[in-house]
Each structure stands twice: as structure tokens, then as C-alpha cells.
């Protein structure tokens, strides 16, 4: 299947600090990248949808000015979390689907743990 | 509104032997049918995507099952492993197959 990467794999952030989390798609052209948040024992919640280009389309209740996302280029896309508070502290993950994988398929990145202190 | 329910929550079984976990959805357009396995901190792994059309689809020890008019699927582990220990994940998609909605997943811990 197609690879989709993220980095860092994990990061403590002090409260009040911004943090950057790159999602790639190393083997396909990604058209459209998801940003998903999840909680312990809990399910992935979808957080953003981007397209290569344009705005990122948020979730309900998901605030958009302090989930920066851009996507510019096909193989990238970026979370920026600002102003990182402790209630930020989740396993954000990342997917991609697009030119290879066809458009009816997402491919999940490994993950990003944020702890904010 | 669209939903995935999936049972049980959690499920320990022997090594050795097989389960099966349920998966409940509405889902309206539906386009297909997902199962994921998702190990502790990291992100989600495909094991099956079906159609409406098909009725199982089978990867290694992993046999998935649909019924698009009950709108039920199951997954069904032969012969578990230690690592098949981990929360599996049932999803239903819609519109062009990019709108997914989650189950609240199966937590299975397989044990010696």
C-alpha cells in the first residue's frame, strides 16, 4: 500500500508554544490530506479536510485558528497547533488519499504524540 | 445521521483461538466498508475495504464479512496471534469513498 509518514513521531511542548506536525505522502501525489485527533480508548475524530492548494474545510468545533493547516504542495501538508494548552495533548494522525491510491481510499500515517506541559 | 457501532468493546481471548467482532452502520450514501487495525500509538492499518457488492473479503487470518441490506459487517480471526492484540476499527464510507465514519472500535487483547 501507499506510504504516508509524519513527523516528529512525538513531541512535549511547554504551554502556550506553538508546535508544527508535517504529514508526507512519500509515494503518491496527495490530492486531499485528513487531520484526525484522537483521544485515549477513543476513536479518530476528523479534525480538517485539505486540498492541495486551497483552505483547509474544519470540523465542527474544531477552531481554525488554532489548528493552522496547510497543505501546499501534493506531498505535504502541515498541523500547526498554536498556543498549545495541556487539553491539546492527543495522538494527532494524518491520511492521504489521491492520485495513487485512487479517491476512495485513505492511507493513515503512524502518528504524532503531542504532550503539552 | 451517520453511524458506526461496533461490539463488543473489549475482548481477551486465548491464543490460538478464533473471534469475531461485529460492526453495525448507517451510512447513507454508502460507498464501502473498511476494517483497520490500529496497535497502541500508532496510526491505523487497512486489513479489508469492501463494496456493496461483495459479501467477504479475506487478508491472511482476517476474513471480513458484509451485508449491505442489514447494513452489518463482522471480522472474523482465525487462529489468533499475541500480535493480533491491538483495537480494530470499523469504517463505513460515503459520498466518493473520502467521507469515513468510525466505530468506537474493539479493543481484543489475545492472550499466552
Known amino acids: 500500500g501507499a506510504v504516508v509518514s509524519q513527523h516528529p513521531s512525538r513531541v512535549i511542548c511547554k504551554s502556550g508554544t506553538s508546535v508544527k506536525i508535517e504529514c508526507r505522502s512519500l509515494?503518491?501525489?496527495?490530492?486531499?490530506m485528513f487531520w484526525y485527533r484522537q483521544f485515549p480508548k477513543q476513536s479518530l475524530m476528523l479534525m480538517a479536510t485539505?486540498?492541495?492548494?486551497?483552505?483547509?474545510?474544519?470540523e465542527q468545533g474544531v477552531e481554525k485558528d488554532k489548528f493552522l493547516i496547510n497543505h501546499a504542495s501534493l506531498t505535504l501538508s502541515t498541523l500547526t497547533v498554536t498556543s498549545a494548552h495541556p487539553e491539546d495533548s492527543s495522538f494527532y494522525i494524518c491520511?492521504?488519499?489521491?492520485?495513487?491510491?485512487?479517491?476512495?481510499?485513505?492511507?493513515f500515517g503512524p502518528g504524532t504524540r503531542l504532550t503539552v506541559l | 445521521k451517520n453511524q458506526v457501532e461496533q461490539s463488543p468493546q473489549s475482548l481477551i481471548i486465548l491464543e490460538g483461538k478464533n473471534c469475531t467482532l461485529q460492526c453495525n452502520y448507517t451510512v447513507s450514501p454508502f460507498s464501502n466498508l473498511r476494517w483497520y487495525k490500529q496497535d497502541t500509538g500508532r496510526g491505523p492499518v487497512s486489513l479489508t475495504i469492501?463494496?456493496?457488492?461483495?459479501n467477504t473479503k479475506s487478508n491472511g487470518r482476517y476474513t471480513a464479512t458484509l451485508d449491505a441490506d442489514t447494513k452489518q459487517s463482522s471480522l472474523h480471526i482465525t487462529a489468533s496471534q499475541l500480535s493480533d492484540s491491538a483495537s480494530y476499527i470499523c469504517?463505513?464510507?460515503?459520498?466518493?469513498?473520502?467521507?469515513?465514519?468510525f466505530g468506537g472500535g474493539t479493543r481484543l487483547m489475545v492472550k499466552p
Open positions: 485539505s486540498n492541495e492548494g486551497s483552505k483547509a474545510t474544519y
Open positions: 491520511s492521504a488519499s489521491g492520485t495513487r491510491s485512487g479517491t476512495d481510499t485513505q492511507y
Open positions: 469492501m463494496t456493496f457488492s461483495e
Open positions: 469504517v463505513a464510507a460515503n459520498n466518493a469513498g473520502n467521507m469515513l465514519t
Open positions: 509515494d503518491f501525489q496527495a490530492t486531499t
